[in-house]
Nanobody, 114 residues
Framework: QVQLVESGGGLVQAGGSLRLSCAAS????????MGWYRQAPGKQRELVAT???????YLVDSVKGRFIISRDNAKNTVYLQMNRLKPEDTAVYYC????????WGQGIQVTVSS
């Protein structure tokens, strides 16, 4: 079964940038849509960005214009470029298929200080 490993998180000041990576242990070519999810303390996990195998993207309003999702099928990797970060972006970030269909990875912490 495909395993997912997220990386690239950390602590950043508001207005800064981070680039998250999600490496899959197997091919994601057959997965039509991949996405980035996040879970803030005390809140439910939410889907924030989606990308199809054809490259179409969807971003929730709260990150639109600041985040960019991309995928490299040859490397079995999905990326999330996060710019102009805000304290409310603080969360553990995960990747998975859309709809959810893979085993969750451990996630990666992103902390944005004000």
């Amino acid at each position: 079964q495909v395993q997912l490993v997220e990386s690239g998180g950390g602590l950043v000041q508001a207005g800064g940038s981070l680039r998250l990576s999600c490496a899959a242990s197997g091919s994601i070519l057959s997965i039509n849509a991949m996405g980035w999810y996040r879970q803030a303390p005390g809140k439910q996990r939410e889907l924030v960005a989606t990308i199809t195998s054809g490259g179409s993207t969807y971003l929730v309003d709260s990150v639109k214009g600041r985040f960019i999702i991309s995928r490299d099928n040859a490397k079995n990797t999905v990326y999330l470029q996060m710019n102009r970060l805000k304290p409310e972006d603080t969360a553990v970030y995960y990747c998975n298929a859309v709809p959810i269909g893979l085993v969750w990875g451990q996630g990666i912490q992103v902390t944005v200080s004000s």
